[in-house]
């Protein structure tokens, strides 16, 4: 079974401060993805990554950036939290075309 | 680019009642076609998906989608729902082509089974 984890489930931070979010998945999947989900906008597309240090933006890449310096390891970097970036943050691993499979969500508040 | 549209946001029905959820999509070439479910606390997780032949398709608990493609639809359907069905659904949608395998997804769709 395809098993993707994501640092945490639930995170409260002070608006201005520099957010990680952390996602390993344990497949060997080339490609990995983070969204951010809110309510009535399903899942919309932040960054995603189809190699080692290879990254290209989503649709919603503004005020967010990545890293993936592992194949199996896949960061969100918020440099400086915004409270309109509260959301749930999901990521999500594949490889080549087939079905995506999903971490268990970080629930984030930017106070 | 692609987009998805799920026309209801909300759907309350009753057990044992039928279920279609619609969706739509914007894209004139080939796609795979997805339904993801996201059950209260938990992951998505996917239902079914089509990827080329027959256009109805079976998945998990009963569910199955047709794809239209003169319709650009790939509705969702359950003859009869349980209680247990209560989650969000999401239709999604992967156009080929050579940035990666982007999924476009739907608003979604919360459904509530009264029992």
């Known amino acids: 079974d395809v098993k993707v984890t994501q640092s945490s489930r639930y995170l409260v931070k002070r608006t201005g401060e520099k957010v990680f979010l952390e996602c390993v998945q344990d497949?060997?999947?080339?490609?990995m993805f983070w969204y951010r989900q809110d309510p009535g906008l399903g899942l919309r597309l932040i960054y995603f990554?189809?190699?080692?240090?290879?990254?290209e933006k989503g649709d919603i890449p503004e005020g967010y950036s990545v890293s993936r310096e592992k194949k199996e390891r896949f960061s969100l970097i918020l440099e400086s939290a915004s409270t309109n970036q509260t959301s749930m943050y999901l990521c999500?691993?594949?490889?080549?075309?087939?079905?995506?499979?999903f971490g268990p969500g970080t629930r984030l508040l930017v106070l | 680019a692609q987009s998805v549209s799920q026309h209801n946001h909300h759907v309350i029905l009753s057990e044992a009642a039928s279920l279609e959820l619609g969706c739509n999509y914007s894209?004139?070439?080939?796609?795979?076609l997805f339904w993801y479910v996201q059950y209260p606390g938990q992951h998505l997780q996917l239902l079914l998906k089509?990827?080329?032949?027959?256009?109805l398709v079976k998945g998990i608990k009963g569910f199955e989608a047709e794809f239209i493609k003169s319709k650009f639809s790939f509705n969702l359907r359950k003859p009869s729902v349980q209680w247990s069905d209560t989650a969000e659904y999401f239709c999604?949608?992967?156009?080929?082509?050579?940035?990666?395998?982007?999924?476009?997804f739907g608003g979604g769709t919360r459904l509530m089974v009264k029992p």
């Open positions: 497949m060997d999947h080339e490609n």
């Open positions: 089509y990827f080329s032949g027959d256009p």
């Open positions: 999604a949608v992967n156009a080929y082509n050579n940035a990666g395998n982007m999924l476009t």
């Open positions: 999500a691993s594949t490889s080549g075309q087939e079905t995506q499979y």
């Open positions: 990554s189809y190699d080692v240090k290879m990254k």
């Open positions: 894209y004139g070439g080939t796609v795979n």
